[in-house]
């Protein structure tokens, strides 16, 4: 059930203007109304403007299986590391393509009294999203459109493998407040690309994060994250079918390539994660006299 903070954050998405909670809804003054689900998330997507891709319910099973075996908390723990520098105990945070939530929750898990909102147009994912924590809400929403949140009204946006909505991150965005961006490398799960169709990562990836936030964000630093995994079969399968490439990979023949493997399998994890602020317009010089 979204809290009175959260409603002091939502916006209604087809009139800007506030939302209050009414017989299991979320309604505004001009009564357009979005249900609250027996899980917890609101959805605030109208027929058209659905998002045209979005997790399905296996890679929203897999993603959570294979975050709940721990195979990326050093990446959980950068981030609510990053979080305790950038963000007061209280924050709001917004975490756009938050899938299943676990990064949300680390970050709340650091920052004692902070309110945490996850955006996402997937419904398997928004349900895991709306316990992923106490102070976590889930709506539904496609972080391409403009989002229904008011503007400057966040500490903290996060970003993590998600679509990256540059002029949204600058609106919603405090003049203190601060994005957390993170990408793979070219290093990123190397072993498994030829035996399993995983797509390569782009190696200039982050030089064009850059360029592309640039008009809105500078750029203030970089936290390198690297290690190895020891992954089993049904492991790799999980975090290939989590992954855009389960879109791209046929199932049965995932499962058979998976078992081609000798497992336990040695597997790089390889991150960046980025810290940007946001720019602000330059007051105009006065004119003498």
């Known amino acids: 059930m979204p809290s009175d903070r959260l409603l002091s954050v939502l916006t209604c998405p087809l009139c800007p203007t506030a939302l209050r909670r009414t017989d299991g809804a979320l309604r505004c003054a001009g009564r357009h109304t979005f249900d609250i689900a027996r899980h917890g998330y609101v959805s605030l997507l109208t027929g058209h403007r659905r998002a045209p891709s979005a997790d399905s319910p296996d890679m929203v099973r897999s993603r959570a299986a294979f975050l709940g075996a721990g195979h990326y908390d050093p990446l959980a723990r950068t981030l609510a590391a990053l979080a305790t520098e950038l963000a007061p105990p209280d924050a709001t945070v917004l975490d756009a393509g938050a899938g299943t939530g676990h990064y949300l929750a680390a970050v709340l898990d650091a920052l004692p009294e902070a309110l945490g909102l996850g955006l996402d147009s997937s419904v398997p994912a928004l349900r895991a999203a709306a316990r992923a924590h106490a102070r976590a809400e889930a709506a539904g929403w496609d972080v391409w459109q403009p989002w229904p949140v008011r503007t400057g009204c966040a500490d903290l946006v996060l970003n993590v493998f998600a679509p990256r909505n540059g002029p949204e991150f600058h609106r919603v965005l405090g003049p203190d407040g601060a994005l957390l961006v993170v990408t793979p490398t070219a290093r990123h799960l190397r072993e498994l690309r030829a035996a ?18 640039a008009a809105h964000f500078r750029h203030e630093r970089a ?4 290690y190895a995994m020891s992954l089993t079969a049904g492991e790799v399968a999980a975090l290939v079918t989590m ?40 007051p105009p010089a006065r004119r003498p006299g």
């Open 196 to 213: 399993t169709g995983l797509l390569a990562v782009d190696p200039g990836k982050e030089d064009r994060l850059r360029r592309t936030l």
């Open 223 to 226: 936290e390198p994250l690297e």
């Open 243 to 282: 992954s855009p490439a389960a879109r791209h990979v046929d199932a049965a023949q995932l499962r058979g390539r998976v078992e081609r493997l000798d497992a336990p399998v040695r597997v790089t994890a390889s991150f960046v994660a980025s810290v940007y602020r946001p720019r602000r317009p330059v």
